[in-house]
């Protein structure tokens, strides 16, 4: 079980936090998740992990610094029941619009269901929405990322079919209320990153790299 340090002058200015050195904020975290942070409409730092609860249980839940720089509990989003004597190595996807809404994608194989979900949350990560299946789980979707830019939201993920890797994304035009059809926009058959979403303000892009085809960036809204 991982605890879980945040250098605070790493994602805002530490002068405007009061603070300069690294804090553990958290324990029981599964290690070798990907940890997803953002900044909510009040540039404070939200953190999403996948914690360790007992019985070996996987969920994710979320911890965040309030306006007026406190450090609250981590509280638990997630209840997919997900047991397992390891860690999945799959970590969650967080980003916030400018509207306050948390868009999060996660991977689980719980009680709940099998794979790549999304939803979102309008109370700052209280409650969220009902889960959105991503992809398929029969073509092993996992390593997502998910990306908000005004209305628009941007999902991406790897696939692989036995023999190539696909990336496949989705987009939306309300807030991620509706969903584009399923695209895929980049593949290989050699080692690859997982894909990254990134935004120049207006529109939204797939950061991927593979061994035999190199850097690539696509648009995809």
């Not at 400018?98 to 689980?108: A, E, I, K, L």
């Not at 059809?181 to 997982?194: D, I, L, M, R």
Request: contains cysteine.
């Amino acid at each position: 079980r991982g605890d879980l340090s945040l250098y605070y002058s790493s994602l805002v200015p530490a002068r405007r936090l009061g603070v300069s050195s690294e804090h553990k904020i958290a324990k029981f975290l599964c290690s070798c998740c990907r940890t997803a942070m953002a900044l909510d409409i009040n540039d404070q730092p939200v953190i999403l992990a996948r914690f360790v609860y007992p019985g070996n249980i996987r969920d994710h839940g979320i911890l965040k610094l309030d306006i007026n720089r406190k450090l609250g509990e981590p509280w638990r989003v997630t209840f997919d029941d997900w047991k397992i004597e390891g860690c999945p190595t799959s970590g969650p996807a967080l980003s916030i619009s400018n509207d306050g809404r948390y868009h999060m994608s996660w991977f689980t194989q719980g009680k709940q269901g099998t794979g790549l979900f999304y939803a979102w949350s309008d109370d700052n990560g209280k409650t969220f929405s009902d889960r959105f299946k991503i992809g398929n789980s029969e073509k092993m979707s996992g390593k997502s990322d998910v990306l908000a830019v005004g209305n628009k939201v941007a999902l991406a993920w790897k696939t692989f079919d036995g023999n190539t890797t696909h990336i496949e994304v989705i987009h939306s035009e309300d807030r991620g209320i509706h969903w584009s059809a399923v695209k895929s926009v980049a593949q290989t058959q050699s080692k690859s990153q997982h894909p990254s979403l990134i935004s120049d303000g207006k529109h939204i892009f797939v950061s991927w790299n593979s061994l035999d085809n190199g850097f690539r960036l696509v648009a995809i809204d």
